[in-house]
């Protein structure tokens, strides 16, 4: 009787592939509906739902027909968290403007940073305080 080989899990559901996130993410980033990513597809809303919630799991030729629809490499959907995270800050340190914000806040205090960060996600809302 051979061993079963069965891979180890990993340690949180977030370190893993997480094709269900994947298409998340990146149908919001490019402001789509579910359904307006169905209608590209040509399969029911309700599968990407499905996909999204992890209650279905694309075949390959989904996973395919995925990536066409959101305009991205196939491989981008099947990334590990320590991939994607790689991919970001890559993004981030590649953008000279990003880069220097990034290497100022990381200069920054506890409190500091917590501030800054706050002004910066009341900005990008559009809610600006105005100083008196």
């Given at each position: 009787m051979?061993?079963?080989?069965?891979?180890?899990?990993?340690?949180?559901?977030?370190?893993?592939?997480?094709?269900?996130?994947?298409?998340?993410?990146?149908?919001?980033?490019?402001?789509?509906?579910?359904?307006?990513?169905?209608?590209?597809?040509?399969?029911?809303?309700?599968?990407?739902?499905?996909?999204?919630?992890?209650?279905?799991?694309?075949?390959?030729?989904?996973?395919?027909?995925?990536?066409?629809?959101?305009?991205?490499?196939?491989?981008?959907?099947?990334?590990?968290?320590?991939?994607?995270?790689?991919?970001?800050?890559?993004?981030?340190?590649?953008?000279?403007?990003?880069?220097?914000?990034?290497s100022?806040?990381?200069?920054?205090?506890?409190l500091?940073?917590a501030?800054?960060?706050?002004?910066?996600?009341?900005?990008?809302?559009?809610?600006?305080?105005?100083?008196?």
């Amino acid at each position: 009787m051979q061993p079963e080989l069965v891979a180890p899990a990993p340690e949180s559901a977030d370190e893993g592939i997480n094709v269900a996130r994947a298409v998340r993410e990146i149908r919001a980033s490019r402001s789509l509906s579910q359904r307006q990513l169905a209608e590209r597809m040509n399969v029911p809303r309700t599968y990407i739902s499905k996909i999204e919630n992890g209650k279905a799991v694309p075949t390959l030729g989904s996973l395919e027909r995925l990536a066409t629809a959101l305009a991205v490499d196939i491989c981008v959907l099947l990334r590990d968290a320590r991939s994607r995270k790689r991919a970001e800050i890559h993004a981030i340190t590649a953008d000279p403007f990003l880069a220097e914000i990034a290497s100022m806040v990381a200069k920054l205090d506890g409190l500091q940073r917590a501030m800054f960060l706050n002004h910066v996600r009341e900005m990008a809302s559009g809610r600006v305080r105005r100083m008196a």
